[in-house]
């Protein structure tokens, strides 16, 4: 056995090759085909983002507005999948719907096994990004008990899943500028963060050829801990849970205390040894949403105070561990009205143009086999079978 080479949580092993995204964590630079996450966050849209990531370039206009309209053709669910949300308690976690309404489609594109043929493939991906925000908004409205919203395909795909999220029977939404740009920009930063757990798990679950809405499923139920996108909910129910600036000292000494299982969240990252990228145009956007919302919301005083006081910790520098992207995406998220519980969906929504980009890399992939971890085995030797009057 010991030829095999022993790295448990994978911290020196690579899995695949991919030109999708480059992470270098000691410079906290993060570039997706070759574009920093900072420019395409100022300068491009999330419908950009997700061609560039499937396609490999940055699409021309007529073909940003060929995507657009395929995407928008793609939104509505069937019409049984609303049943099948109706199959869950009201008071379902959101991620719990998504793990299995996400699995469900797989029932409805059987055609989308054949994983060979580049045009079912295609179809498949498309599917999977313009269905996501339906079904995560689906899952919302089903939890506060209110009818679902169909898709307004004259909206952009931002603007429509805030629709579908906010807007109540017989009165007008009209979709708020600020928060569309800022709910695009925050899409953006999560859409692919090379093989991260859950992208992994994409990858694993679909080595075996099965079905793509079975394996982006099985990422989803990945993304949910959090250790990974559940942090994002952790991140913002910690900060509401100090409360106050002067309660900061005792959580720090929490986390640095080796028997409390307590970890700061928002912090730190197995690749990032530096300031996460995604975090600096996080903390920029919340400031703005704040701002332009006139939203004061003192749990963004205790996320920027605890960050200071955490960044000057001789404990934080020596471990090196920096803000990540979850620990300021709460505060504008709640700024905007989600509850904490829809924040990891939020964050599998815009993911899933990742998982899909690299399970469609993977499956083209000349090197491509089923993935198969060997490992150490620590059990017994061989033994008899003792009879169970015996034992
Ligand atoms: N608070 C306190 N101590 C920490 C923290 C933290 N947030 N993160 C790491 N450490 C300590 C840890 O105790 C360990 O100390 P020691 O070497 O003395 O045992 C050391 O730093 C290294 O930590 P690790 O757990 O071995 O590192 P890892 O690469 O396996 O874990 C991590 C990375 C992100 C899971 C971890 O930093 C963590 O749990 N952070 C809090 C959760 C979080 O914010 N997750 C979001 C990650 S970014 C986006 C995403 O994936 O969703």
């Not at 708020?176 to 994409?202: G, R, W, Y």
């Not at 519980?341 to 980009?357: I, K, P, S, Y």
Request: with cysteine; charged share 20%; net charge negative.
């Amino acid at each position: 056995t010991d030829m095999f080479t022993y790295d448990p949580g994978f911290t020196s092993t690579a899995s695949c090759q991919s030109g999708l995204t480059y992470i270098d964590g000691d410079k906290g630079v993060l570039l997706h085909r070759g574009y920093p996450i900072g420019e395409l966050a100022e300068k491009s849209s999330f419908m950009e983002v997700a061609y560039l990531l499937l396609n490999g370039e940055l699409p021309k206009q007529d073909e940003l507005a060929k995507f657009n309209r395929t995407i928008t053709r793609h939104t509505m669910v069937h019409e049984q999948l609303a049943t099948f949300f109706r199959g869950f308690r009201r008071d379902a976690h959101p991620m719990a719907i998504m793990c299995g309404v996400v699995g469900a489609l797989s029932a409805f594109y059987h055609d989308s096994t054949d994983i060979n043929d580049p045009k079912q493939r295609e179809i498949a991906s498309h599917r999977l990004i313009a269905k996501m925000p339906t079904i995560a908004a689906m899952a919302y409205k089903y939890s506060i008990g209110q009818p679902f919203v169909y898709p307004d395909n004259a909206l952009s795909y931002t603007g429509n899943f805030l629709k579908m999220t906010y807007s109540v029977p017989a009165e007008d939404y009209v979709v708020d500028p600020v928060i569309e740009a800022a709910m695009d920009k925050i899409f953006i930063l999560h859409a692919d963060h090379e093989q991260n757990a859950s992208t992994s798990t994409v990858r694993l679950a679909g080595s075996s050829g099965a079905n793509p809405f079975a394996c982006i499923a099985a990422g989803i139920a990945c993304l949910w801990g959090p250790a990974h996108g559940g942090a994002n909910e952790a991140a913002l129910n910690m900060l509401r849970e100090i409360g106050t600036p002067d309660r900061i000292p005792e959580y720090i000494a929490r986390a640095k205390n080796k028997d409390d299982p307590f970890r700061l969240m928002g912090f730190g990252h197995r690749v990032y040894k530096n300031y996460d990228p995604r975090a600096t145009v996080m903390q920029k956007t919340a400031n703005e949403v704040l701002e332009k919302l006139g939203v004061t919301d003192p749990v963004f005083d205790v996320a920027r105070e605890l960050e200071q006081i955490a960044l000057n910790d001789e404990y934080f520098i020596e471990k090196k561990l920096y803000p990540n992207v979850d620990f300021y995406s709460g505060v504008i998220l709640s700024a905007i009205g989600f509850p904490t519980t829809m924040f990891t969906v939020l964050f599998a929504l815009a993911r899933t143009v990742g998982w899909v980009a690299q399970w469609n890399e993977m499956i083209t992939d000349p090197a491509q086999k089923i993935g198969r971890p060997r490992q150490l085995y620590t059990g017994p030797t061989q033994r008899d079978y003792v009879a169970i009057g015996d034992r």
